[in-house]
C-alpha cells in the first residue's frame, strides 16, 4: 500500500560545548508532528531509539531504560537529551583514581507522546578508553519505574 501522510519536525543539536574545568556538554531536542495521516502504518511512525540490554553499542539520543517500540507514535511528540561529560573534574582529584583518566558523565534524557506525557531518565556514569557505565533512574511522571545499570562500549 502506498503511505499517505504528512510529517513536520525540528530539531536542535549540539555538541563539544566547553565549560572550561567543567568538561563539555552536549544536548539536542526535537519536536515532531504528523499533521495527516490517511494511509500510515507503523513502519512510518517515529520511533525512539530504546533500549532494555544491560550492553548495547552508544548512538546519539537514545534513551536507557525506554521499550524499544511500546512508545512509537504516529502523532506529536517532543524529545530530549542531554549529558555533561565533567572530563576527570571529580575523579582527579583522588590521586589513584587520577591515574586512570576516568571521565565521569551525568546526563537526562525526556520524552513527551500524547500516550507518555512526561516521561525522564537521569543518569550516572563513568568513561574509560571508549567504554561507559552508567546507572540510571527512569521516571513516569514522577513515579520511578525503572532503574538500573547499563554499560556501553565503542569508539
Not at 552508544?58 to 521499550?67: E, R, S
Not at 506525557?117 to 511522571?141: M, P, W
Amino acid at each position: 500500500s502506498d503511505a499517505d501522510y504528512d510529517f513536520i519536525s525540528l530539531d536542535i543539536r549540539k555538541s563539544n560545548i566547553k565549560l572550561g574545568f567543567y568538561g563539555e556538554l552536549e544536548f539536542s531536542a526535537e519536536t515532531g508532528k504528523f499533521l495527516t495521516s490517511k494511509d500510515l502504518q507503523f513502519p512510518d511512525f517515529n520511533h525512539f531509539r530504546g533500549n532494555k540490554a544491560l550492553s548495547f553499542t552508544p548512538a546519539k539520543n537514545q534513551f536507557l531504560f525506554l521499550n524499544f517500540y511500546l512508545e512509537s507514535t504516529n502523532q506529536s511528540y517532543f524529545e530530549a537529551h542531554a549529558e555533561q561529560n565533567f572530563k576527570g573534574f571529580f575523579t582527579n582529584k583522588i590521586p589513584l583514581l587520577r591515574k586512570l583518566k576516568l571521565q565521569e558523565l551525568v546526563g537526562l534524557n525526556y520524552l513527551s507522546t500524547p500516550h507518555l506525557t512526561n516521561y525522564k531518565e537521569l543518569y550516572f556514569g563513568l568513561a574509560y578508553i571508549g567504554i561507559k557505565v552508567y546507572f540510571g533512574f527512569a521516571f513516569d511522571g514522577n513515579k520511578q519505574v525503572q532503574s538500573g545499570f547499563r554499560i556501553a562500549y565503542g569508539f
